[in-house]
């Protein structure tokens, strides 16, 4: 008998029923409230990291034993389309030198030149497909900082089967990144400025994927990087990244720039499906509650302290459940007993062997506000370039690793125009924006200024049915 190729997902708290890649994508979370996972890790292709074939071709080729016939055939090619589509550097994530052996792989240029356009722009079209196939709609709601919120906006304005709900919270939001949300015109999206901050808009966005009526009315789900599709999207440019290194990929070290530890978490699945590397570093700004973990194996949900790489100011970072199951040998009770504990208590202490474990797949430092202005002085002193204050925490982290032993790639995360005031008040001048950041202001803005209850979201969403 020949079996289909239909890879699975299973749910890091071992509860919930195996589902294929459209019903991860189209879930979100999982029902027992965990995280999907593939149940089993696919290999590389063969010389995924070789020459050959361009940058959209090699990420249809990393995503595809992910997603097997659970989509109808063309969905991923056309999903990859949208990365030469929508980007504006021809390789798409480009690497960069900027010191001998320090190298920033530029992940922004994209629509909304964050790196979340790289998935999202991919899972909007592979979404849209898996509801044509099943012929349902979607709701989709998320809460952002700024970066996400835009990403989905640009990717999923216009869907057919798409309806999207963006909460950001009220003057706390650039004004490049509220332009970028609110200025599509785009009728199946609908934003909702609340009356309060980011964890306001997460708790509303909690309490509408509960809501009975709106259950009872609409399929739900939510696009952050708990979604497992989101994450398979990362996973391409780090192969991407160790093709332009060529032979010396096995022996880089990547530094990523991390909040919710979806993009590290991308990084360590390229590296559990073969690509070659030697360390992975995940770089926090002061809200290091990770790094904390790491050192000390007590996991705690302090208030985040604003910063200026603002889309890092996690407390919780989600995916860190993804790791804990992972690096326990996929003991999903153990998983399970942290986690719920984690969401009663908002602190838990790891066992030791799981501790030791986790410190075997991935360190993590932490970077100041000063160290952040520091670098970006620096970086534009020494190598001519304006960096984001994103960008800035995982290249201060770079520099501190030896670069004698390999190369060193720090991720690029945004582009320094979406946060002119962080890097004006390192250089003295503001940032060069884009020409797809320019003309925003000029844009009629729609959106709907909401007190946080969920009487007045629900009021505020007024979407057919
Ligand atoms: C979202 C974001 C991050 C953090 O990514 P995670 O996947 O949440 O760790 C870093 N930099 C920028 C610019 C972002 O928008």
């Known amino acids: 008998m020949v079996l289909s190729s239909l890879p699975t997902y299973i749910s890091t708290r071992g509860a ?5 890649f459209a019903g991860a994508l189209l879930a979100g979370v999982a029902p027992d409230g965990g995280l999907y996972v ?148 785009a009728a199946n999206v609908v934003n909702l400025a609340v009356r309060g901050d980011f964890d306001d808009c997460q708790r509303m966005v909690k309490a509408l994927l509960k809501d009975p009526e709106l259950r009872a009315a609409r399929r739900l789900s939510s696009v952050n990087s708990i979604n497992w599709a989101r994450l398979a999207g990362q996973i391409p440019y780090y192969a991407s990244a160790a093709r332009a290194l060529g032979a010396e990929a096995g022996q880089a070290t990547y530094v990523v720039p991390t909040g919710n530890f979806g993009d590290a978490f991308a990084g360590w699945g390229a590296r559990r499906m073969g690509l070659p590397m030697a360390g992975l570093v995940a770089a926090t700004n002061c809200n290091d509650a990770l790094v904390r973990a790491l050192e000390t194996g007590v996991y705690e949900q302090v208030r985040a302290r604003p910063t200026a790489s603002v889309s890092m100011d996690v407390q919780a970072p989600s995916n860190f459940e993804r790791l804990v199951f992972e690096a326990s040998g996929r003991d999903a009770d153990l998983t399970r007993g942290l986690f719920e504990d984690f969401a009663r208590d908002g602190r838990i202490t790891l066992p030791d062997d799981l ?111």
Request: with cysteine; glycine share 6%; hydrophobic share 45%.
């Open 38 to 185: 593939p149940r089993v890790w696919p290999r590389l292709p063969e010389n995924v990291a070789g020459q050959g074939g361009d940058a959209t071709a090699q990420a249809a080729a990393v995503l595809s034993p992910f997603i097997g016939e659970a989509l109808p055939a063309g969905a991923l090619d056309r999903a990859t389309a949208r990365l030469s589509d929508q980007f504006a550097h021809r390789d798409i994530a480009p690497l960069v030198e900027v010191a001998p052996g320090l190298f920033m792989l530029e992940l922004f240029h994209g629509p909304t030149a964050a790196f979340k356009d790289y998935a999202m722009q991919m899972v909007a079209v592979l979404a849209e497909t898996a509801l044509s196939a099943s012929d349902e709609r979607l709701l989709l709601v998320t809460a952002t900082s700024g970066d996400t919120g835009a990403a989905a906006v640009r990717a999923f304005g216009g869907m057919e089967r798409i309806d999207l709900v963006v909460l950001h919270p009220l003057g706390r939001v650039s004004p490049v990144q509220r332009l970028q949300m609110t200025t599509t015109g």
């Open 355 to 465: 501790r030791t474990a986790l410190r075997r797949e991935v360190s993590a430092v932490s970077v100041s506000e000063a160290e952040t202005a520091r670098e970006i002085t620096r970086t534009w002193t020494e190598c001519g370039r304006v960096i984001c204050p994103h960008t800035a925490v995982a290249l201060h982290a770079a520099r501190r690793l030896d670069r004698t032993a390999g190369p060193v790639v720090a991720l690029s995360t945004a582009h320094p125009a979406k946060f002119p005031e962080a890097v004006e008040a390192a250089l003295g001048f503001a940032p060069e924006r884009p020409p797809r950041l320019e003309g925003l202001e000029g844009l009629s803005e729609r959106f709907k200024t909401v007190d946080p209850t969920l009487e007045s979201v629900l009021a505020a969403i007024d979407l057919p049915r």
């Open 16 to 20: 919930s029923p195996e589902v294929d």
